[in-house]
C-alpha cells in the first residue's frame, strides 16, 4: 500500500503565504508525476500544479506566477509554496502521486490521492 500525507494548510489573509508538502510512503519503486489539485466549495477538482521526476512543470493559469511546485525524489515529497494568496485560492487541496509500485512480481503504475488539506484565505 501507498500513503500520501499531506501538511501546512491552514487560514492565511489576502497577501500571505503557504507551504504544503506531501510525503508518500509505502511500497513504492518509483513515483512518475507528483501534482496538487485543489476543490473549491461547489466545484470540480482541478488542477493547481504539477511536477514530473525530471523537474519539469505545469500550472494553472490562475496560480503562476504566485505558486511554486518543486519535490524531492529521494524523500518522495512535494513541496507546494503558495505567495500572495487571494481569497479564490480557498479549496480542500489534495495532493497525487502516479507510483509505480510491486503488485507481486508484476510492476504496476497506479494513481494516489491524499485526504486533502484546507487551504482557506481570508480577513
Known amino acids: 500500500q501507498v500513503q500520501l500525507v499531506e501538511s501546512g494548510g491552514g487560514l492565511v489573509q489576502p497577501g500571505g503565504s503557504l507551504r504544503l508538502s506531501c510525503a508518500a510512503s509505502g511500497s513504492i519503486f518509483s513515483i512518475n508525476d507528483m501534482g496538487w489539485y485543489r476543490q473549491a466549495p461547489g466545484t470540480q477538482r482541478e488542477l493547481a500544479a504539477a511536477i514530473t521526476s525530471r523537474g519539469t512543470t505545469n500550472y494553472a493559469d490562475s496560480v503562476k506566477g504566485r505558486f511554486t511546485i518543486s519535490r524531492d525524489n529521494v524523500e518522495n515529497t512535494v513541496y507546494l509554496q503558495m505567495n500572495n494568496l487571494k481569497p479564490e485560492d480557498t479549496a480542500v487541496y489534495y495532493c497525487?502521486?502516479?507510483?509505480?509500485?510491486?503488485?507481486?512480481?508484476?510492476?504496476?503504475?497506479?494513481?494516489?490521492w491524499g485526504e486533502g488539506i484546507v487551504v482557506t484565505v481570508s480577513s
Open positions: 497525487h502521486a502516479d507510483v509505480l509500485r510491486f503488485n507481486g512480481d508484476i510492476l504496476e503504475g497506479m494513481d494516489y
